[in-house]
């Protein structure tokens, strides 16, 4: 222990570890009965609702990112071998990445639980809990949807759709594609007003839904890194806790990592579960030799293609509608301050291509080295370029024409390379701890007791849609799974 650090010790009978889209979800429902001492630990900032930052609040995504006391500031990833490494955004505080991301509000689909392969995660076993999760204020009274989830959907009125939203909305009926006012009706491919995690125009993250109504019944420690989580003959005994000048011993017979795709990994490397050459080599005693662990790590690819409007939108959303074709998404974006600008964003959302999260030291304030080989298959660079030549064809149409000064050149020469050298990503990080090759299908890691992963990190595919919904959903299923199994530290 460094010098200067004290030693506290305190218990717990379960350590949920990560406030964000997963954590806050699984630390109010295993406290829910009130029977469990439940100790919900956060390395960024907690604060209440009511507090939220207003950058937070509105539906300016830019503003959101910016905040940069929600998010590890100097997180870096490599997309390509063709980029230099870049910050990689990944939300830190309570709501996690849902409190400063885009929002949106789309159900993994059929095809994405098909793909998983897992009889107990197939389509019929998590639409319940899609429905039970939400509280679409648009379609809660139709045949699968909720009415009375923790979760707001909404949908933004026509009226304040921006220009780019309208022109998309336009363009794609024109040139064929089918129309659907559901986002999350089943076979809703085609254009259809886009689904959000929020009410009446204010962003609702997982700190809002999930984590408020259960503050009476839990504790929450914010400021609070994971160093390691703590092992006695295989079994969970605790987490080593780094805040505020001192480390900090939690006695905890289970722990439940709900850190996310790129820190989920991180701890259980530092808790000597991984890769045995890995860790010999930073000197980590291996607890469960996993080589699964921080790989397969999966991202969307994507594009942005830049346009000048011929005037400002001032009042209107960027985002009204989401256009999907096949494996591909295109989302308008329409910026309100600034220069008269928007774009089309054109994202790859079932890739093949995966990377991985790798530990630089065992140090807990060294950022894991992300390395997301991004469109590195042949088949992803041959969807995604379809999908950017499809994009350039939408904003050729007359509606796009009507409201763009100036449009994007069309790439020449070698589209590949191009693809490899332009794309970025949405920060979707998923799949270092999939079920399978990490945990099993309840979230348990193989070869410890009590020890749980419940986030985005044990997706065992990507899923063809923002993952917000999809991991509150995972979250809900594993909760229920984790409290059955809970021993009692007291």
Not at 78 to 98: F, I, K, M
Not at 275 to 293: C, H, Q, R
């Amino acid at each position: 222990m460094p010098a200067g650090d004290r030693a506290v010790q305190r218990t717990a009978d379960v350590v949920v570890v990560g406030a964000g889209a997963a954590g806050a979800v699984v630390a109010a429902r295993l406290s829910a009965s009130g029977s469990a001492d439940v100790l919900l630990v956060e390395a960024g900032p907690d604060y209440r609702s009511a507090d939220t930052p207003k950058a937070v609040r509105g539906t300016d995504v830019g503003r959101a990112l910016a905040v940069r006391s929600l998010r590890w500031p100097t997180l870096m990833a490599r997309l390509t071998d063709e980029q230099p490494p870049r910050p990689y955004v990944c939300g830190r505080g309570v709501g996690g990445s849902s409190a400063i991301n885009g929002q949106l509000a789309v159900r993994g689909t059929r095809e994405d639980f098909d793909a998983w392969g897992l009889a107990s995660w197939s389509w019929p076993a998590v639409l319940p809990a899609f429905v039970g999760l939400e509280r679409d204020l648009d379609f809660g009274d139709r045949p699968g949807h909720g009415a009375s989830g923790p979760v707001p959907v909404s949908r933004t009125p026509a009226d304040r759709w921006g220009p780019v939203s309208g022109a998309l909305h336009a363009a794609a009926l024109d040139l064929g594609h089918p129309e659907h006012p559901d986002l999350n009706a089943e076979g809703s491919t085609g254009i259809s007003p886009s689904a959000w995690h929020r009410r009446d125009g204010v962003r609702a993250s997982s700190n809002d839904s999930y984590l408020e109504p259960a503050r009476d019944r839990l504790r929450v420690a914010g400021g609070h890194a994971v160093a390691r989580v703590l092992f006695s003959a295989g079994r969970v005994c605790g987490v080593e806790l780094v805040g505020e000048g001192r480390r900090e011993v939690v006695s905890a017979p289970a722990v439940v990592l709900c850190a996310g795709a790129v820190y989920s990994p991180a701890i259980l490397l530092r808790s000597g579960i991984g890769p045995e050459a890995d860790l010999g080599a930073l000197g980590i005693e291996v607890v469960s030799p996993l080589p699964g662990v921080g790989a397969g790590l999966s991202d969307h690819p994507a594009i942005l293609l830049d346009v000048r409007l011929a005037a400002h939108s001032p009042g209107s959303e960027s985002g009204a509608c989401l256009l999907r074709m096949g494996s591909s998404q295109f989302l308008p974006m329409d910026r309100t301050v600034g220069p008269a600008s928007g774009g089309l964003m054109v994202s790859l959302m079932r890739p093949s291509s995966t990377g991985s999260v790798r530990l630089r030291g065992t140090d807990p304030a060294d950022d894991p080295a992300l390395d997301l080989r991004l469109l590195t298959e042949p088949e992803d660079l041959d969807r995604l370029g379809e999908a950017v030549r499809h994009a350039f064809e939408l904003l050729g149409h007359p509606a796009f024409r009507a409201v763009v000064a100036e449009r994007p050149e069309r790439p020449g020469g070698d589209l590949a390379r191009w693809l490899r050298e332009n794309c970025r990503t949405l920060y979707h990080a998923s799949g270092t701890c999939r079920m399978g090759d990490v945990v099993d299908e309840e979230g348990r890691v193989l070869g410890v007791d009590g020890l749980w992963v419940a986030d985005a990190s044990v997706l065992p595919a990507p899923c063809g849609v923002p993952p917000y919904l999809t991991t509150v959903m995972v979250a809900e299923r594993l909760a229920a799974a984790i409290r059955d199994r809970l021993p009692r530290a007291r």
